[in-house]
C-alpha cells in the first residue's frame, strides 16, 4: 500500500523514550521488512499507548487465553497486527519468535491481519476497519448481560472489561456510528476506546476529508471523553485509563495524539509509514535514533523480563478461580449453566426435545408464512434456550424475531434478552459476532433480505471467523409484493449461498423452518441465514422419515414410480412444486420432488446421498423466485426463476406474472423431458 503523498503530521516529542515501547517498534519494523510486506507506522506509533494498557491494566493470563474473565483487547486497526503479535509474544502467549520471523508468511500463526482462533491471544479477527470496534461493543454487552443475571451480592465471578485501539479510518467507515451510538445508548461502562489520532492516513494528511469533532461526536452519544492526551506519555495514557475505570456511567473515549511510524528520521508523521518496509537503511536509523542496539528480532532480558505476564496473570486467575469456586458452593445450579453456557454447549436433550418437536409441528400442518413459523419456533426456543439473545433493526413486527415476555434491553436497566438495535443493520451484524465471540450467548437479529447486503461483510466476518450468529431475512421474494424493486430480493440467496461457511436456508413451511432454526443453534462454528416469506405456505405432507431428512438440507419429497425428472424447490416454491407435480401426474408424466431448504447443508452431504436424492440421467428443473445461474451447479437444464428486477404490485398479481403458476411449471418441465429424450441419456448429469 505504498503512498504517493508528502504530507506530514508530526505530534511534538516530548523527549520521553521508553525501552519496553521500543522493543514493539523494534519486532514491528524486523517482521515487517524481513516480510516485505506490512505496516510499520501503526504499531511504531501505538507503542507507547499499548504499554501503558497492556502492562498496567489489562486483566489476562498468557498461560490460558480461554480464562473467562479475562479483559478483551480489540485491535479495531487490524492493519497493525505486528503491534498485537509483538504483545502477545512478550507478555507470554504461545507465540514464538520464530512466528514473528514467519510474518505474513504461508501457515504461520502471524497472518497479515489478525485472525481469531488462529493465534492465541487474539479475540477477533479484524482488517475491514470498523467491525473491532463494533465487535467490542458486542462483547462489552455480553459481558454486562451475563454479569447482570449471574452476578450475586458477595460473589462477582463476571467482571472484566473490554479495551480497543483504533484509528482513523474506523472513524470514517459508517459502521463506527453506529456502533458508538448503541454503546452509548446502553451504557457501556466497561468499555474504553483508545483512538490513534495520529492524522495520517493512506492518500495523506486526513483534515481534507476528515474534518469531524471526534470529541463532540461521541460526547453527543453518551460517551466520556478523556484528552486528547499526549499518545507517547506512559504516564499520561496511564492516568486516562484509570479515569477511564473509575467512571461507571457511561463508555469512554481516550483520544490519544500520536505520531505514526513514530522514530523514523525520515518516514514518521507520513503515509509512507502506513502500508510499506521502512527499507533496511531507515530501520537501522531509527534504531539508532531510538538508542535500540540489539539484534533483529532480538530481546534484551530485562525489557523481555519487564513484559513478561504469565506470573501476574496466573495469579489473577487464582484469584478469580477462588471466587468462582465460592460462587459455585453458594449458587450451583447457576455455575452449572454459567459453565455451560461458556462453553457453547446446548443443554442436555436438546436434540431429543427438538425432534420431538418437529414432529408435533408437521402433525399440525398449519398454513403460515415462514416468517410466522419462525416465530413460533423463537417462542419455544426462547423458554429453553436462556442464553438466545434476539433482535432486530427496526423491524420487529414485520420480521418476527420478538417472544412472549421477553425483555427488551434498555440502557441503565440490568438484563435484557431482546435488542432494539434501530436502522442499523451493519452495526446490528457486527455487534451480533462480538456478543458470539465472547461467548455465553447465542445472538440472533432480523432485517429484511434485500438488506442483508448491509450486513455482508459482517456476515462474511462470522463465517470466516466460525461463529454461530444466526440472521433472520424476512420478505424474501417478489412475494412481499407492493413495496417494489427496492424492497423484493432477486439475487440475494444466490450471493449469500457463495460465502463460504455460512449456512442459508429458505425452509417451505412451518415444519422446515422449525427444523432450520434446529440446525443453525446445533452449528457450533458457523453462522446461519434464515430467508422467510412474508406470505402464507401451505404446510406439506411428510413421513416422519423425511422430517429428519429436512436436516439434510435436501431430501425427496415426493416421488412417483419411474419419475421422469426432478423438481428441485426451496422455500414458497416448494407448494409450486407440487401443484406441478399434481398437475403433471394428470399428464401422465411423472416427477420427483425435491426439497432443498440448505443447498450448503446439503452440499456437505454424501456423494452417494446426494445421487440417490437427484437421481442420475434424469433432467432436472429448479424452481425459485430468484436468479436461476446457481442451479447448474444441481445439473439443473431449466429454471423457472427471476433474472430481472421485480415491480411494485400486489405479490400474487407479480408471481402470475413472471410464470410461478403450476401450469407453468408443468410446461418447463415437460419441455425439458422432450429435450432428454431427443439426445442420448449419456448426456445427462
Known amino acids: 500500500m505504498a503512498s504517493t503523498s508528502s504530507d506530514r503530521v508530526v505530534r511534538p516529542d516530548n523527549g520521553q523514550r521508553h525501552p519496553l515501547a521500543n522493543a514493539l517498534r523494534a519486532l514491528a519494523m524486523d517482521a515487517v521488512q524481513q516480510a516485505n510486506s506490512g505496516h510499520p507506522g501503526a504499531p511504531m506509533g501505538m507503542a507507547e499507548m499499548a504499554e501503558a494498557l497492556w502492562t498496567r491494566h489489562l486483566k489476562h493470563n498468557p498461560s490460558n487465553p480461554q480464562w473467562w474473565d479475562r479483559d478483551r483487547f480489540v485491535l479495531s486497526n487490524g492493519h497493525a497486527s505486528m503491534l498485537l503479535y509483538a504483545l502477545l509474544h512478550l507478555t507470554g502467549y504461545d507465540l514464538p519468535m520464530s512466528e514473528l520471523q514467519r510474518f505474513r508468511q504461508r501457515g ?54 473490554t479495551w480497543v485501539f483504533m484509528g482513523d479510518g474506523c472513524l470514517m ?23 490513534d489520532d495520529n492524522g495520517i492516513s493512506i492518500d495523506g494528511g486526513v483534515t481534507p476529508w476528515f474534518a469531524d469533532d471526534t470529541a463532540a461526536r461521541f460526547t453527543a452519544c453518551g460517551w466520556q471523553v478523556i484528552g486528547p492526551v499526549d499518545g507517547h506519555d506512559v504516564a499520561a495514557l496511564d492516568a486516562a485509563l484509570q479515569q477511564a475505570r473509575a467512571h461507571t456511567a457511561q463508555p469512554t473515549l ?38 535500540w542496539t540489539a539484534a533483529p528480532f532480538a530481546v534484551p532480558a530485562d525489557i523481555a523480563a519487564a513484559w513478561n505476564a504469565r506470573q501476574a496473570g496466573e495469579c489473577a486467575e487464582v484469584q478469580w478461580q477462588q471466587r468462582w469456586t465460592a460462587y459455585a458452593q453458594a449458587f450451583p445450579q447457576e455455575a452449572v449453566e454459567l459453565a455451560r453456557r461458556m462453553s457453547g454447549q446446548l443443554p442436555k436433550g436438546f436434540e431429543a426435545d427438538w425432534l420431538a418437536q418437529l414432529a408435533a409441528v408437521q402433525q399440525r400442518a398449519q398454513t403460515v408464512a415462514s416468517r410466522k413459523a419462525s416465530h413460533n419456533a423463537i417462542a419455544v426456543l426462547a423458554q429453553r434456550l436462556p442464553e438466545l439473545l434476539g433482535g432486530s433493526a427496526d423491524l420487529t413486527g414485520s420480521n418476527l424475531t420478538d417472544w412472549p415476555g421477553a425483555q427488551a434491553l434498555r440502557g441503565g436497566e440490568p438484563g435484557g434478552r431482546y435488542i432494539n438495535y434501530g436502522v442499523r443493520e451493519f452495526g446490528m451484524a457486527a455487534i451480533m459476532n462480538g456478543v458470539a465471540l465472547h461467548g455465553g450467548l447465542i445472538p440472533f437479529g432480523g432485517t429484511f433480505l434485500t438488506f ?66 434446529g440446525m443453525a443453534l446445533s452449528q457450533s462454528d458457523r453462522p446461519s441465514s434464515l430467508l422467510l416469506s412474508r406470505q402464507n405456505l401451505a404446510a406439506q405432507p411428510r413421513t416422519p422419515e423425511q422430517v429428519l ?95 430481472h428486477f421485480g415491480e411494485s404490485a400486489p405479490g400474487p398479481e407479480l408471481l402470475k406474472a413472471y410464470g410461478f403458476t403450476p401450469e407453468h411449471v408443468a410446461q418447463v418441465v415437460s419441455a425439458a423431458v422432450a429435450r432428454a429424450q431427443a439426445r442420448p441419456l449419456s448426456t445427462l448429469g
Open 173 to 195: 467507515e459508517g459502521i463506527s456510528q453506529e456502533a458508538i451510538s448503541l454503546a452509548g445508548a446502553w451504557r457501556l461502562s466497561k468499555l474504553c476506546v483508545l483512538y
Open 452 to 517: 442483508s447486503d448491509y450486513s455482508r461483510n459482517a456476515l462474511r466476518m462470522a463465517a470466516l471467523m466460525h461463529q454461530r450468529v444466526i440472521h433472520v431475512f424476512t420478505h424474501d421474494s417478489i412475494g412481499l409484493g407492493e413495496d417494489g424493486p427496492t424492497h423484493q430480493p432477486v439475487e440475494h440467496a444466490a450471493s449469500l449461498r457463495l460465502i463460504p461457511h455460512l449456512d442459508v436456508w429458505r425452509p417451505g413451511d412451518e415444519c422446515e423452518t422449525f427444523a432450520a432454526w
Open 254 to 291: 481516550v483520544i490519544c495524539r500520536t505520531t505514526i511510524g513514530k522514530g523514523s528520521p525520515a518516514r514518521e508523521g507520513t503515509a509512507k509509514a502506513h502500508g510499506e518496509p521502512l527499507g533496511g537503511a531507515e530501520v537501522d536509523a531509527t534504531k539508532a535514533a531510538l538508542e
Open 549 to 643: 431428512d429436512i436436516r439434510r438440507g435436501g431430501y425427496v419429497l415426493s416421488d412417483r414410480p419411474e419419475p421422469q425428472a426432478v423438481i428441485i424447490a426451496t422455500g414458497s416454491e416448494l407448494a409450486l412444486a407440487m401443484q406441478a407435480q399434481a398437475l403433471l401426474d394428470t399428464q401422465g408424466l411423472a416427477v420427483r420432488v425435491v426439497s432443498m431448504p440448505s443447498t450448503s447443508v446439503f452440499d456437505r452431504q454424501s456423494a452417494d446421498y446426494q445421487r440417490s436424492v437427484l437421481m442420475s440421467e434424469r433432467p432436472r428443473v429448479a424452481v425459485e423466485a430468484g436468479v436461476t445461474r446457481l442451479w447448474a451447479a444441481y445439473g439443473c437444464c431449466a429454471s423457472v426463476g427471476l433474472d
Open 108 to 161: 504461520s500463526r502471524t497472518p497479515g491481519h489478525p485472525e481469531v482462533g488462529h493465534t492465541p491471544g487474539v479475540e477477533t479477527t479484524t482488517g475491514p476497519l470498523g467491525q473491532g470496534l463494533t465487535n467490542a461493543v458486542g462483547m462489552a454487552l455480553a459481558e454486562k448481560l451475563l454479569a447482570d443475571e449471574f452476578n450475586r451480592p458477595g460473589h462477582i465471578v463476571v467482571d472484566h472489561r
